[in-house]
């Protein structure tokens, strides 16, 4: 079983449909074989039994055995005799046996003459019981021989039977034309293998041959070059349904790999420019100026800046991570309206005195993660204000649709061109400012919100005209 | 903390403001833009810092420069745009490309759009030192001499040899390093750790009495006697103060 599973698919195939080709090849074979030996026997037995009838029928009137009261138990060997020489021929032998089973004539008179076969008792028995068509195969000195055996009855259809011929005649004729048939059988049999045999594999070949291609394709694939296609011929099989589905998969397993990629490197760019900073000002402070109070004092400060950028990019980086396992999102039903009671006093430190409007919208049951929701609330916010004049106001609100419920974070602020639109929610992204004040962004705020949304099968979308301003708008499923 | 000799200035770097190299920084990071100034002024060329490309374009309008150092990623105008205007525009000053990418096309944008080194992010601030002094020498700014003379002291820093008053005089790598340093800033008070760090490296973790030693080692082959040429400034470290040649 081992050594069968070692074997390739085209081998396994190949070797399943030569034995089926042999097993059925044979059948046929040895089935026609059989019946032509069949044909042969009971042409030769009924050849026979017709030219022995009307001996054996002359013989009982020239004998007068037709009288009734002809002492049939002592069957005179003499007549026997004559029977069994009249129906003697050069091929044929016969004896004949009375009711006891005893040889009481045998026509063998000439040496070329065949050799009788002793009487089988068993065939015998049922001949003189009455059956009239007993034929069988025995052998004499290893050559076959067929044996029939004729009851001898006083009148035809009589069932007083005093005694039996058996004939046997040799089969070696019948061996002959047996032996060229089947010789001409084998060669046919042998032919219709060996050539199906290589059409079969051929056909294998050719039928696996575009699974060979795409065994090699996942080979190279494997070892990362992911450009690589499988080329189908317009194939409407399993194969082909198999290669297109599988280019499919490496298209989406490539833009996958790619976007994977193009994170880590954002990321690591995102990491090196705090580095910079700090490596910078570390060498600077070393190299002397630390001997001078002022200059440490603000070298100190850029680096405490830095560390606490990097300390909120990693953070930021970790939360996104948090947020590929769907296990780390506990929901539970939470009621609107209580919720943003509950978050206002959290989004008024944050506004830090700035006009925050928390419009009271529909009462509404959502199914969320309440730590998740006020994250992302925070992070619009934090958004929402940082691209908008001071003067202007941030409005919070929600509205009901069918299933869900929509959330908003308005702002009055710059707002961003189609093009900046277009990339806003990408990881790292970030757009151009001319009024952001504070601390420098990282670009995963509106990202993140957006991985969060989603872990809660909500969407997030994002509306904005510059100069006007911009609304983030995400949806939550009902609770 | 920047003491001067009671005398004024006898060494040949010029510390006067009108001679000084002048170096423009267009760098919006203001972390990045803080240590560059700090460290280039401590080396003492004049710095200008600029947040953002259009700024820079202006200020390069107004005056003149001998090298300018520019970041790719600015809020406005992309490094690259800048580098190409201040080519269109004529003048022939040296530009530092400052880069975080790494990637080939990236250099080879930067040099083609007329950049003549880039420098990746996070650099050391010696690499940057000496790409800026390797693209003033091309340029034909850099007033550096081979030789360093004060007083009676000539250091060639090219055959590593000192001498006084003509004789020579045998130093350790660490003694001249040290000598190096006081001569190309006179009158500057280093503390122990500035001269530790600067002559024997960021990684050293002895304690700072080395310092002491190697001083010590110095005057003695020197024949510094007190007064002093290498003196004790009290609580801070040590000062280098040239003998006075002429008036």
């Known amino acids: 079983m081992k050594a069968w599973e070692k074997l390739s698919l085209r081998a396994r195939l190949g070797l399943l449909y030569a034995a089926l080709l042999i097993f059925s090849v044979v059948l046929v074979g040895c089935y026609s074989y059989w019946n032509i030996w069949q044909l042969f026997i009971s042409n030769k037995s009924s050849h026979l039994r017709a030219r022995a009838k009307p ?29 069994s020489r009249d129906l003697t021929s050069r091929d044929a032998v016969a004896i004949i046996l009375n009711r006891k089973g005893e040889v009481i004539a045998n026509g063998k008179r000439l040496p070329e003459e065949p050799e009788a076969p002793p009487p089988d008792k068993k065939y015998l028995h049922r001949a003189l019981s009455g059956e009239n068509e007993v034929t069988y195969l025995s052998q004499v000195n290893g050559k076959p021989v067929l044996v029939l055996l004729i009851p001898l009855r006083l009148q035809p259809g009589s069932s007083l039977i005093f005694g039996v011929v058996q004939i046997s005649v040799m089969l070696t004729d019948i061996n002959q034309i047996l032996f060229s048939h089947g010789a001409m059988l084998i060669a046919l049999v042998a032919t219709i293998l060996i050539s199906g045999i290589i059409a079969g594999f051929w056909l294998i070949g050719v039928s696996l041959k575009d699974l060979h291609g795409l065994l090699a394709t996942c080979n190279q694939i494997s070892k990362g070059n992911f450009s690589r296609r499988v080329s189908v011929k317009n194939r409407r099989d399993e194969i082909g349904q198999l290669a297109t589905s599988f280019n499919r998969m490496i298209d989406q397993l490539e833009a996958t790999f790619a976007s994977q990629q193009r994170f880590v490197v954002n990321a690591a760019h995102e990491l090196l420019t705090p580095l910079t900073g700090l490596r910078g000002s570390l060498e600077v402070m070393l190299r002397g100026a630390q001997d001078d109070p002022a200059s440490t004092a603000r070298l100190s400060k850029g680096m405490y800046k830095e560390v606490n950028r990097l300390i909120r990019l990693c953070e930021q980086l970790l939360g996104l991570s948090r947020l590929e396992s769907l296990s780390n999102v506990h929901k539970q039903s939470i009621v609107l309206p209580e919720f943003f009671n509950d978050f206002e006093p959290q989004a008024q430190v944050l506004a830090r005195g700035r006009s925050l409007i928390i419009k009271q919208g529909p009462y509404a049951r959502v199914s969320a993660d309440p730590d998740l929701l006020k994250q992302i609330l925070l992070n619009l916010l934090s958004n929402a204000l940082r691209y908008s004049s001071p003067e202007t106001a941030v409005v919070i609100s929600w509205k009901l649709l069918p299933e869900q419920v929509e959330i908003w974070v308005s702002d009055q602020g710059e707002g961003m061109d189609k093009e900046t639109l277009s990339h806003i929610l990408e990881p790292f992204y970030q757009g151009k400012s001319t009024i952001a004040s504070g601390e420098k962004g990282i670009g995963l705020g509106l990202s993140l919100a957006k991985s969060m949304v989603e872990a809660h099968e909500g969407a997030i979308r994002v509306e904005s005209e510059p100069g006007k301003g911009t609304t983030v708008f995400f949806t939550l499923p009902l609770g | 903390m920047i003491l001067y000799g009671k005398s004024g200035i006898i060494y040949a770097m010029n510390t006067d403001n009108n001679n000084k190299i002048r170096l423009l920084v267009i760098e919006d990071d203001p972390v990045i833009t803080e240590f560059l100034c700090t460290g280039l002024k401590y080396e003492g060329y004049d710095v200008t810092p600029r947040a953002a490309g259009k700024t820079g374009l202006d ?44 990637e080939i096309s990236d250099r ?71 000598l190096e340093l006081f001569m190309r800033h006179p009158h500057r008070a280093f503390t122990r750790e500035t001269l530790l760090n600067r002559v024997l490296g960021y990684h050293y973790d002895g304690g700072t009495n080395i310092i002491d030693v190697h001083i010590s080692h110095l005057r003695n082959k020197l024949g510094d006697r007190p007064p002093h040429l290498i003196r004790t400034i009290y609580a801070v470290g040590y000062a280098f103060y040239p003998e006075e040649t002429g008036p």
């Open chain 1, 55 to 83: 001996i054996i029928e002359h013989w009982i009137l020239d004998n007068d055995l037709a009288k009734p009261d002809f002492p049939y138990l002592n069957l005179n060997p003499q007549n026997a005799l004559v029977l």
């Open chain 2, 59 to 102: 200020t390069l309008q107004q005056a003149t420069f001998d090298l300018i150092i520019l970041d790719v990623m600015l809020p406005d105008i992309d490094g690259f745009e800048v580098c190409r205007r201040i080519r269109d525009r004529g003048p022939d000053v040296p530009i530092l490309m400052l880069t975080v990418k790494k």
């Open chain 2, 108 to 178: 080879v944008k930067g040099l083609d759009s007329g950049a003549d080194d880039y420098l990746t992010k996070p650099f050391s601030f010696d690499e940057l030192l000496a790409r800026i002094r390797a693209l003033l020498r091309r340029s034909g700014k850099a007033r550096e001499n081979k030789k360093l003379q004060a007083g009676s002291i000539v250091l060639d820093m090219e055959s590593r040899e000192v001498s006084r008053n003509g004789k020579r005089i045998d130093l350790t790598p660490t003694e001249f390093g040290l």
